[in-house]
């Protein structure tokens, strides 16, 4: 039998083609090898020309040596913590990149001497954040969190209401978070009401602080009552609030949710937040507030494995100090405007026979923030067959279900990457090409 199967070509030969070779010069030879032997495979099942084995092991190699692929988020979910939470910024983006090799992270290039590290970042957080007497960072909040409570209240007492106890993603909770540190929980007040009096009652000598937690993920409705950080302030004990989201100050568009400048105006004395939500940058602890206290949490030796790496440095500070991030311009992106976009790329897939039609949608927040927010947006509305192909395709496209129909939302996907959206449906649906 004469065929392709017997001319399957060997793996060193599709190898040394001038573009695989220079394939595995960018990625790594094991990653090549890998789509070699997985293209060669298909030869030897009969599905592929073996003059076509080269061609297909490229057109199978991911876009860098790392697994992880590039997704246009078009879910409606602006910070959608399975989908790497903010996008970066082009600035955050070319700091980044900047930074992956030697770089003055901890070193005095004028003086030639050892410096504290990261200090430029801590200016900017210092100077977008005036009312902080001082800033630190550690690798996330929960790292913010835990390195309070152990420089703080190891042995000690944290008081925190009952309705503030909560699941922060993927089984984590706040109490065992807290307890590990060696702090004590002084739970006070019931599941949906706490008042001043609980806070007040529950402080003593062994009080280390109140914590106040935002429930990023839920919001509590009816019969409720919280206290409010400026009463808080008031009862003589330091009072710390993880704000979660990480808005540094008020926004038009949220005004419900907290804010780092407003809580520190309110009398907390720490303000903890993510980096990686609503601030638009990459995932990083903040600690704004009280020089006393900032000065404790940095002197503690677990201050060292809870620090952020280089290129999370380079990317806040370009986030900080550079231009609206991809989580500002979705937050402020004009309904008008998404949906003569929505109308715009229907038309144009219609126009190559697919079935393609604009349609009003609300996008939501996402990353444990302001749940209760509903922002007005337009999406492209498709045949939910597509659904898969999209997942799977280079660059993959993640929409989201509704009903029988797939909605690409227009909220989450960047102007510029309009075209690429379009040439990934036109990918996805058989006979476009």
């Known amino acids: 039998m004469d065929d392709d199967r017997r001319r399957v070509p060997r793996t060193d030969a599709v190898l040394a083609d001038p573009r695989v070779a220079a394939a595995c010069d960018r990625l790594g030879r094991t990653l090549v090898k890998e789509a070699v032997t997985a293209a060669l495979g ?3 099942q009969g599905r592929l020309d073996a003059g076509l084995a080269a061609e297909t092991a490229l057109s199978m190699l991911p876009p860098t040596a790392a697994r992880l692929l590039p997704v246009i988020n078009a879910t409606g979910v602006v910070v959608h913590t399975n989908l790497g939470r903010a996008p970066l910024s082009a600035a955050a983006r070319e700091a980044l990149a900047a930074a992956a090799g030697c770089t003055d992270v901890e070193f005095d290039l004028a003086a030639g001497r050892r410096s504290r590290r990261g200090e430029s970042v801590t200016a900017a957080l210092a100077e977008a954040v005036a009312d902080a007497e001082a800033v630190h960072l550690t690798n996330n909040n929960a790292a913010a969190l835990v390195l309070a409570a152990t420089a ?14 909560v699941e ?11 307890e590990c540190t060696g702090a004590r929980l002084r739970e006070v007040g019931t599941t949906n009401r ?4 609980d ?12 914590l106040k937690v935002h429930p990023s993920n839920f919001a509590t409705t009816g019969f409720v009552s919280s206290v409010g950080v400026g009463e808080l302030a008031t009862l003589g004990v330091p009072v710390v609030h993880d704000i979660g989201s990480g808005l540094l100050r008020p926004h038009p568009v949220l005004p419900d ?25 990459p995932q990083a602890g903040l600690v704004l507030g009280s020089e006393a206290l900032v000065a404790r949490l940095r002197r503690h030796p677990l201050a060292r494995a809870l620090r952020v790496d280089k290129l999370a440095l380079a990317a806040l500070e370009a986030t900080l100090r550079g231009p609206a991030t991809p989580v500002e311009q979705a937050l402020t992106a004009d309904p008008a405007r998404l949906h003569a976009r929505a109308e715009s790329l229907a038309n144009t897939l219609r126009g190559k026979g ?8 609300e996008a939501r927040v996402g990353g444990g923030g302001a749940p209760g927010a509903v922002l007005p947006s337009a999406a492209v509305r498709l045949a939910p ?3 898969a192909p999209l997942r799977t395709g280079r660059p993959a496209v993640v929409g989201r279900q509704h009903g029988r129909k797939l909605l690409l939302d227009l909220r989450t996907v960047q102007p510029q990457d309009d075209d690429a959206l379009v040439a990934a449906v036109l990918a996805a649906q058989p006979g476009t090409h």
């Open 42 to 44: 298909l030869v030897r």
């Open 152 to 165: 703080l209240a190891q042995d000690r007492e944290i008081v925190i209401s009952r309705g503030e106890l």
């Open 168 to 178: 922060i993603g993927d089984g984590f909770r706040i109490p065992e978070l807290l």
């Open 194 to 197: 706490t008042h001043l009096d």
């Open 199 to 210: 806070y007040a009652a529950a402080i003593g000598p062994a009080t280390a602080f109140v």
């Open 257 to 281: 949710e907290p804010d780092a400048t407003s809580a520190l105006r309110a009398g907390a004395s720490l303000v903890t937040a993510s980096a990686d939500k609503l601030l638009g940058g």
């Open 354 to 361: 697919i079935d393609a039609t604009a349609t009003a949608t």
């Open 385 to 387: 067959e597509l659904a």
